[in-house]
């Protein structure tokens, strides 16, 4: 069974920086972030998968880093230049499958409970 535990979300001022946590237990392929703001679709932001591949949303490229250290089994995004507009809660999700640096939500069976990033004016 995999557990993904998210930390590291916050308030930040436009422009600003947080870094994002997920410690993963358990075999998984690729790593996902996901968010989604209130009354929107969970969209995909970035992913990794195990031998490196990254994949981003458009809306994120050259601002936000995915990243993966296999002996603290921790994924990482780090985010810089925020807007109001990344203002969500941030899920991390895993898959075991081999399916790459996917950003296809319904790709994922494991998922994070949340972690609410808010970047104000």
Sequence with gaps: QVTLVESGGGSVQ???SLRLFCVVSGYTYSVGWFRQAPGKEREGVAAIDRIGNTNY???VKGRFTISRD???NTVYLQMSSLKPEDTAMYYCAATDQLYGATLIRSLYKFWGQGTQVTVSL
Excluded: N, R, T
């Design 57 to 59: 949303a458009v809306s």
């Design 14 to 16: 436009s422009g600003g």
């Design 70 to 72: 296999g002996a603290k």
